[in-house]
């Protein structure tokens, strides 16, 4: 059966759900349904498996020409739908004949995303193990992109799952212009990271839905946090800033004074705290929160808080079957314990479906990166039933569940167990190849990032015109030839793949006489240059796409996502798209922005040699040792670079730099 796109809508994309799963630690998200409630409802009606392909539009449905004669079901917020210009029902089957065009209009007041399912599915493009769009990534759906005027689609061919009906009433999710949002407290909570006046207000406040929101995550407009703390040390100058660690979908994430409900194109990796968490049985409501809409976050107890099988597909349209009285008041933290050689472990919540395992102090420690590493291995060799994702940060591991498998209760038993049994950290030796890439120095597309941020978001940001001699007057170093130098010298350690997507390294100089350390963008930037090379905190990155981020510009390289797998290109695996790996070590060698242009254009086409690989391995007890014999001059360097950055924050404090929130300019 051929399908005729006549208008495609807006932003018409091809999902499944649940969405792309198992690839959280390299920087892909599940994408899938915004909405998964009105998706599998749709598919419901038509008798299709909850899982089976489908259409999400946003403000503006399709239109669409039925070559042959099939059913249809039209859900999410209220549209007018009609076929050959006669109004047909929403949650219920339509049968359409060869020929017919099923017309959905755009949303009304009322919710903000619509979905479309067709009997037997619709053919598309799996891209690791899913056929969900991430159109940021430009894979799955059709064509990793959203539909066009003139495309034609393919029925999947899907056998029936169950007759085909009407949704009722009750099972229809309850929409609204103010919304009540289910959260449990934690990662990051009082007194640690928010004044307790924070978490008040936070749970007593109606936010805003800003107009600048979309699939990565929901901006809302609200009360700027006092903060427990005045920065986030090597993690950034802003008291939001912490070392990456791994986000969940559903998150309250605060970048910087701006708080983002992340969503599921949301980035898995990151550098900022979030202080709830949406329970799973809520995170539906994300995709019909409409700019202007009002929202309420209501905290819960995790062991009363119902999963997605307890409540059902329709009982969770109501937020009664999900709330229980009052939250945890544990401020997000489940336990807390000591390693063998007394590291503290602190164990926090993340929603109802993720415990994040937190190594040590709020420092940048390798060892403590070597624990995560050995506790990931640990729980990846018994892959205990019930395990969806772990994720390694700079120390921590998040470990995702299905909490009708596994209890967060138990989940929390089992990993202080496993924890227990690790051996001593210090003894860890891993595979650690040299990766050798080509960095175009303040390459112009990274000026033409800042230029567009300082003409759309603001113009007096600290960091601009020109990031690089920010960093250079955030280091106290005497010139920005010193931070060149710094950085081509420097050999960076992958500590974390996936911060800002696709396989982007976030990744640390072995010789902290190499450290860097800046802060990141307040606001973020909502465009960045795929391969875009920046630092934030103390930490290097190479953004895997284009899409928003933060971190201070130093220059471009060449792509660490394979967009033609599983075809050959050098220096990536056939076995996956993604170019480096956990503990590589990244060194640079300069190039030119042309000579960078065909670089790039010939790993597009895969040819060309840019990328230089050499085996080896990594040992820490040896890195230690290094450390040791450099301690006195490591100090001495250190010390001015504290020195700069401490008269940093106090020239933004005294030009007011800790209360800009988005929308500031000169």
């Known amino acids: 059966m051929t399908i005729s796109v006549v208008r495609a809508g807006a932003q018409t994309t091809v999902q499944d759900w649940p969405g792309r799963i198992g690839y959280w630690k390299v920087g892909v998200p599940p ?42 079901a039209v859900t999410g917020a209220p549209v007018l739908v009609t076929v050959n210009g006669r109004v047909a029902p929403q949650w219920a089957p339509i049968t359409v004949a060869a020929g017919d065009v099923l017309d959905v209009g755009a949303v009304g007041s009322i919710g903000l995303r619509v979905y479309i399912a067709v009997a037997g599915g619709i053919e598309a493009e799996e891209y690791l193990g899913s056929a969900a769009t991430f159109t940021l990534g430009r894979f799955g759906g059709h064509h990793g992109r959203a539909l066009r ?143 202007g809409d009002t929202v309420r976050f209501v905290p819960v107890r995790t062991a009363e808080s119902a999963s997605l099988s307890q409540v059902g597909l329709g009982r969770r349209a109501s937020v009664a079957h999900v709330l229980s009285t009052g939250g945890d008041d544990d401020n997000g933290v489940l336990h807390i314990g000591d390693t063998a050689d007394g590291t503290k472990v602190t164990y926090r919540r ?72 690790l051996p001593a950290a210090d003894d860890l030796v891993v595979p650690s190849r040299t990766v050798e890439l080509p960095l175009s120095w303040d390459d112009p597309s990274t000026r033409e990032a800042i230029k567009r941020y300082m003409l759309g978001v603001r113009s007096d940001a600290p960091w601009c015109p020109w990031n690089i001699e920010f960093i250079r007057r955030m280091n106290g170093l005497d010139s920005v030839d010193d931070v060149y130098r710094t950085v081509f010298d420097a050999s960076y350690l992958v500590l974390g793949l996936g911060d800002v997507y696709l396989g982007a390294p976030v990744a640390v100089p072995l010789d902290p006489r190499h450290r860097l350390v800046t802060t990141k963008y307040n606001p973020a930037r909502t465009w960045t240059p795929e391969n875009a090379v920046g630092i934030g905190g103390a930490y290097l990155c190479v953004y895997g796409m284009e899409g928003p981020g933060g971190y201070q510009f130093v220059g471009r390289t060449t792509q660490v996502w394979n967009h033609r797998h599983p075809l050959p290109t050098p220096g990536f695996d056939p076995e996956h798209p993604w170019l480096l790996r956990f503990f590589d070590k990244i060194r640079w060698y300069p190039v030119g922005a042309e000579e960078l242009l065909d670089m790039r254009a010939d790993v597009a086409a895969g040819r060309g040699e840019s990328i230089r690989i050499v085996d080896g391995s990594f040992s820490l007890a040896e890195h230690q040792r290094f450390l040791d014999a450099n301690a006195a001059d490591i100090a001495a360097k250190r010390a001015v670079m504290v020195q700069a950055r401490e008269e940093e924050r106090r020239r933004w404090s005294e030009r007011g730099e800790f209360g800009i929130k988005e929308g500031a300019s000169s």
């Open 31 to 72: 994408s899938g349904p915004m909405d998964d409630l009105s998706f599998r409802l749709a598919n419901l009606a038509v008798g299709n498996a909850e899982s089976a392909t489908g259409l999400e539009a946003t403000l503006t449905g399709p239109t669409l020409r039925f070559e042959e004669a099939s059913v249809v």
């Open 149 to 291: 005027d003139g495309d034609e689609l393919t029925s999947a061919g899907l056998e029936s799952s169950t007759p085909p009906r009407r949704i009722l009433f009750d099972e229809q999710p309850a929409l609204t212009n103010h919304w009540r949002l289910a959260v449990t407290i934690g990662p990051h909570g009082a007194p640690e990271f928010f004044t307790p006046e924070d978490i008040d207000d936070l749970l007593g406040t109606d936010y805003e839905v800003h107009f600048n929101s979309d699939r990565t995550g929901v901006r809302l407009v609200g009360p700027q946090p006092r903060w427990a703390r005045s920065d986030g040390g090597e993690a950034g100058l802003h008291p939001s800033n912490i070392h990456d660690n791994a986000y969940s979908v559903g998150a309250l994430d605060f970048t910087g004074d701006t708080p983002i409900l992340l969503g599921p194109d949301g980035p898995s990796l990151g550098g900022f705290v979030c202080p709830v968490t949406l329970v799973t049985a809520e995170r539906w409501k994300l995709g019909q929160l409409k700019p």
């Open 350 to 421: 993340s929603g109802d479906d993720n415990i994040l395992v937190e190594y040590g102090e709020q420092t940048l420690d390798l060892t403590l990166r070597a624990r995560v590493h050995a506790l990931a291995e640990r729980i990846a060799a018994e892959a205990p039933r019930g395990l969806i994702d772990l994720t390694p940060g700079i120390r921590s591991l998040q470990v995702k569940g299905d909490p009708d498998v596994w209890t967060q209760r138990s989940m929390l038993d089992w990993l202080v167990e496993c924890e227990a049994q």
